[in-house]
């Protein structure tokens, strides 16, 4: 890793200290590799029990504390808060995220809601307290995971990708905020990625989620990690997803929408292999 933990913005005393939530696996855990690999202490957070991840990070050195809990919730939230306690955060890597498959009206409502607190509303209120704080002290880096998905109409997975929009867009929006404050925004934008996100969004009988050809969730983290240290503005993993995004721009969003069934609507797994050969394959967006 060409930056070090030690260029932290800010007055870091010590080791510095990372916040990494959605750490218990795929880009998150990656991203809480790296920043133990760099000399950062951790406090990790997700839903499932992290007991396996802070012993395999724990090994590097670094003091990892972990809280499990809802990040979907308030008092979730504040319970990450609680634990960070009065201790600075050097960084910010808000990555908690999940997905929702199957068309709108055929979800339940209350996974609906989920994703939405999860992606936007608890990201959101973690951020609002720890980034004041980072302010009051002139420094601190900030990472947001949203996605390539944020530039697409999601048919089948119409709430996430509407979720990663706003999230693209916020993260963008408070970096302009924060410019004079020595606070970085960056936000990383991957495509489909091979993590538990397809399972657990219940895509495995969508094409997107069949797909053999995702990222590796090591190489998406080290883009993301890499352009937190350097403090971008935004980075799209992977020259693929690079030039999805471009298409996206000048594509109307009826056409996007239209290929975003075929990618995301239920039993198109079934079509995999058959019809996603060459150029049509490259012609589909693919997000995640
Ligand atoms: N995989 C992709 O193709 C892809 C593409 C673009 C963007 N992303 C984004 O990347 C981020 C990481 O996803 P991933 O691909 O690494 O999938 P993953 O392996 O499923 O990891 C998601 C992480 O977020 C945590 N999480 C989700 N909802 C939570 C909640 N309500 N409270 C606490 N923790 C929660 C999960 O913990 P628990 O399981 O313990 O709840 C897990 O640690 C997400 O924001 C996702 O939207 C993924």
Do not use: W
């Amino acid at each position: 890793m060409a930056t070090s933990a030690s260029t932290t913005p800010g007055k870091t005393v010590g080791r510095p200290y990372a916040v990494v939530t959605g750490a218990s696996s795929g880009i998150g855990f990656e991203l809480a590799r790296l920043c133990a690999n760099d000399g950062f202490d951790l406090m990790l957070s997700a839903d499932r029990p992290l007991d396996s991840a802070a012993q395999d990070l724990g090994s590097t050195g670094a003091r990892v504390d972990v809280v499990e809990t809802d990040l979907a919730t308030r008092e979730g939230v504040d319970a990450v808060i609680g634990e960070v306690g009065e201790r600075q955060v050097d960084a910010l890597i808000a990555n908690a995220g999940h997905g929702l498959g199957k068309g709108f009206l055929d979800q339940d409502f209350d996974d609906v809601e989920h994703v939405i607190d999860t992606n936007i509303t608890g990201t959101l209120y973690l951020i609002h307290e720890l980034a004041r704080r980072m302010r009051d002290r002139g420094g601190g880096r900030i990472l947001i995971t949203g996605s390539i998905a944020g530039f697409m109409p999601g048919s089948f997975q119409a709430v996430y990708n509407g979720t990663k929009a706003f999230i693209d867009s916020f993260a963008e929006a408070l970096r302009n905020e924060l410019k004079d404050t020595g606070i970085t925004v960056t936000c990383l934008m991957p495509g489909p990625t091979d993590t538990e996100f397809f399972e657990r969004a219940n895509l495995m009988d969508t094409k997107v989620g069949a797909d053999k050809h995702k990222m590796d969730p090591a190489e998406v983290a080290a883009i993301g990690y890499r352009a937190m240290m350097d403090g971008e503005a935004d980075v799209v993993a992977g020259i693929k997803n690079k030039l999805e995004v471009a298409m996206a721009k000048v594509t109307p969003a009826s056409l996007l929408a239209e290929q975003h069934r075929k990618l995301a609507e239920p039993g198109t797994a079934k079509a995999e292999g058959k019809k996603t050969t060459g150029s049509k394959a490259r012609r589909d967006g693919k997000d995640g």
